[in-house]
């Protein structure tokens, strides 16, 4: 037993430095592995935060150029035929959308569906206006809908206090 001893001490002393060097060479390596992920994060930042802010700047000019105020100014009825008119105004909104459908890449999920939204509440207060029965031609349209949001904030300015909101917390 006199004998065992001196192993016993030798194999325990053994099993504690070798926990000991285990426990700091995994803690070195997840240090390690942490600064390079940081790395590689840092330098990937760089490359889209540039690609991320022309995003927003395209989402910015798709809501300024939706917004009603804007919307109807640019797009004068060429005729009296309501329902032309109306299907040339969701017609522009559609087609200012689908053109910058890509940026939903570079955007928040959030900030994607307040864009959406803004476009469909938009399209929805067209044609309501356009089934109100005192409007029957489409510069009373122009007039009702010019009227509605003069008063108000449209979804289009809401949008982009959304959009200035997380644009900000970029930096």
């Given at each position: ?12 002393s ?7 060097a ?22 990937a ?6 690609l ?13 150029r ?10 004068k009825?060429i ?9 040339t ?5 559609e ?10 890449v ?8 307040v864009?959406?939204t ?9 044609r309501?206006?356009?089934m109100?029965?005192k ?7 122009r ?7 003069l008063g ?12 200035k ?5 970029l930096?």
């Amino acid at each position: 037993m006199d004998a065992l001893l001196p192993y016993f001490a030798s194999l325990l002393s053994a099993i504690i430095v070798g926990v000991i060097a285990y426990v700091f060479f995994k803690t070195h390596t997840d240090n390690e592995e942490g600064r390079r992920r940081f790395l590689i994060h840092k330098e990937a930042q760089g490359k889209v935060l540039p690609l991320r802010l022309q995003a927003f700047e395209r989402v910015t000019l798709l809501l300024e150029r939706i917004d009603p105020n804007s919307l109807l100014i640019r797009s004068k009825p060429i005729s009296n035929n309501l329902e032309l008119y109306e299907g040339t105004l969701i017609g522009n909104i559609e087609q200012e959308y689908e053109h910058n459908l890509t940026q939903q890449v570079y955007l928040s999920a959030e900030s994607w569906n307040v864009v959406k939204t803004t476009k469909n509440a938009t399209i929805q207060a067209i044609r309501q206006a356009a089934m109100n029965e005192k409007v029957d031609t489409a510069a009373k349209l122009r007039e009702t809908l010019l009227n509605h949001f003069l008063g108000e904030s449209t979804p289009s300015q809401k949008a982009l206090l959304y959009i200035k909101k997380e644009i900000s917390e970029l930096f």
